[in-house]
């Protein structure tokens, strides 16, 4: 997924232009509400396949983990009407904002610190900087998440590239039928092809294996059962805290 979500301005951090300033960060996720789905790292897979089905998309060169929010375009079905969130995990990609890593320049290793430009305060919120101007707490557990996060999906991407050398791959729809009988398609997709995993070399067996990427594998199929929680959610419509 190229674009990024949720960000409509995002500034880099300034020691000196943002030094007493404050984040006023979201206190619901509202802000997710207009999206489908959202990238996910590998190591999220335990936690996620409880909640989402999760799927895989081509973007680009990359093969990308998302968690599937909602059937249609613009519909998240895990966010209510008061912002509340409905599942029992939350993906980090969400829990990121409105902080966010821009690389600097052509320097892949070198990040600039950017937040969303309207979650900036001089009143209210949590402060950033001290007032000589040094980083808060707050930001510095702000910037180790997401420094963690971004060599999560360094990882989730080399995850993503060997499964498709091996061809494991395959394209899906998925369709959720809902109480009045109507029905409801997710557009194409990958998944793992289980019968195709299963033809695999031991060799290669042995590398997804020592990888960690087994476990993976197996928690997104496993979610793959939970389409139907979608079309239960459709079914209940928006609901209020």
């Given at each position: 997924m190229a674009e990024l979500l949720f960000y409509n301005e995002p500034v880099a951090l300034n020691r000196e232009e943002h030094k007493t300033m404050k984040v006023n960060?979201?206190?619901?996720?509202?802000?997710?509400?207009?999206?489908?789905?959202?990238?996910?790292?590998?190591?999220?897979?335990?936690?996620?396949?409880?909640?989402?089905?999760?799927?895989?998309?081509?973007?680009?060169?990359?093969?990308?983990?998302?968690?599937?929010?909602?059937?249609?375009?613009?519909?998240?079905?895990?966010?209510?009407?008061?912002?509340?969130?409905?599942?029992?995990?939350?993906p980090a990609y969400i829990r990121r904002y409105p902080f966010v890593l821009a690389n600097r320049g052509e320097d892949q290793d070198e990040f600039l610190i950017c937040v969303e430009n309207s979650a900036l305060r001089k009143r209210g919120g949590e402060a950033i900087f001290t007032k000589e101007g040094e980083e808060t707490e707050y930001l510095q557990n702000a910037t180790r998440?997401?420094?963690?996060?971004?060599?999560?999906?360094?990882?989730?991407?080399?995850?993503?590239?060997?499964?498709?050398?091996?061809?494991?791959?395959?394209?899906?729809?998925?369709?959720?039928?809902?109480?009045?009988?109507?029905?409801?398609?997710?557009?194409?997709?990958?998944?793992?092809?289980?019968?195709?995993?299963?033809?695999?070399?031991?060799?290669?067996?042995?590398?997804?294996?020592?990888?960690?990427?087994?476990?993976w594998i197996y928690a997104h199929l496993i979610s793959m059962d939970l389409f139907p929680e979608l079309a239960r959610l459709m079914n209940e419509g928006p609901e209020e805290s």
């Open positions: 960060a979201p206190k619901d996720y509202g802000f997710t509400r207009e999206t489908n789905s959202v990238v996910l790292t590998g190591i999220e897979f335990a936690k996620a396949c409880r909640h989402f089905p999760i799927v895989f998309t081509r973007n680009a060169d990359q093969v990308i983990p998302v968690a599937v929010l909602g059937m249609r375009d613009n519909e998240n079905l895990f966010v209510d009407q008061d912002g509340t969130w409905r599942a029992g995990y939350i998440f997401m420094q963690e996060y971004h060599q999560g999906f360094l990882r989730t991407a080399a995850f993503g590239k060997k499964l498709d050398e091996l061809g494991l791959f395959q394209e899906m729809n998925a369709r959720v039928t809902r109480d009045d009988d109507s029905s409801v398609v997710l557009g194409q997709f990958l998944s793992v092809n289980e019968d195709a995993l299963m033809k695999i070399t031991a060799q290669a067996a042995d590398e997804l294996f020592r990888a960690g990427y087994l476990g």
